[in-house]
């Protein structure tokens, strides 16, 4: 196959599969080209549905990486870059793969990939709670707070412009993996710091979710102003 037949090939099914949705994340570029490698390999008995099921078994691993952390040696926490990496496989190829295959269910796949979100952000959490000392387990709840704040914005952003985006700016949940990622890496060389790091990434959290609200908030008053 020539470079330009090639390219062309990619062009198709980029458009194909990624029409639905506006990304803006630091990563777009390779995480698409990525996917679009991978779905033409992806076998015939697999489907969106069981891509969406192994992104939650992916969260499920990272919970578990937790817990093993937590009763028996830190370095276990290291597997939970294993169950990211499996959450990152269902989650963007799912859907992905409905479209490349020609079988899209939008609101089918919208609402399932909200709850499979809101599942394996909760398992995460959930398995930091375990892992957290006691008087630091609050930063587990805040932060599924303030991803499933996340998701509500993403959610209101849609209805709104009726333009739909999992990204806040640059950070997508692509980019959140990787963060979550070298907080374990570093955890298991410093063992403490996870607490700090945590935190921090709770506090952005926070701020981005802040910043996102007061701009959803104005697109709201604009939506209003058009229809007068």
């Known amino acids: 196959m020539g470079k330009e037949t090639q390219v062309e090939e990619y062009s198709a099914i980029a458009q194909r599969t990624f029409s639905d949705r506006k990304r803006t994340n630091i990563l777009k570029r390779a995480e698409q080209l990525t996917i679009i490698f991978l779905l033409p390999k992806v076998p015939e008995f697999i489907s969106p549905n069981l891509l969406t099921l192994i992104g939650t078994l992916g969260s499920g691993?990272?919970?578990?990486?937790f817990v093993l952390g937590t009763y028996f040696a830190n370095w276990y926490l290291l597997l939970g870059i294993i169950g990211?990496?499996?959450n990152w496989l269902g989650d963007s190829l799912d859907g992905r793969l409905a479209y490349y295959r020609n079988i899209p269910r939008r609101w089918?796949?919208?609402a399932l990939d909200i709850i499979a979100d809101w599942i394996g952000i909760v398992l995460i959490g959930f398995g930091y709670y375990i892992y957290a000392e006691n008087d630091t387990q609050i930063v587990a709840f805040a932060f599924v707070a303030l991803y499933g704040?996340?998701?509500i914005i993403s959610q209101l952003r849609y209805k709104i412009t009726n333009e739909y985006s999992i990204d806040s700016g640059f950070v997508g949940p692509t980019e959140l993996r990787f963060i979550i990622a070298l907080?374990?890496?570093?955890?298991?060389?410093?063992?403490?710091s996870i607490t700090y790091l945590a935190?921090?990434?709770?506090?952005v959290l926070f701020?981005?979710?802040t910043i996102d609200s007061f701009k959803l908030l104005k697109l709201g008053d604009l939506r209003d102003k058009n229809q007068g």
């Open 199 to 203: 935190g921090l990434i709770t506090i």
């Open 61 to 65: 691993f990272v919970f578990l990486a």
């Open 84 to 86: 990211l990496g499996i």
């Open 183 to 192: 907080i374990l890496i570093t955890e298991v060389l410093y063992q403490g």
């Open 207 to 209: 701020i981005i979710n």
């Open 149 to 151: 704040w996340s998701i």
């Open 108 to 110: 089918y796949g919208f």
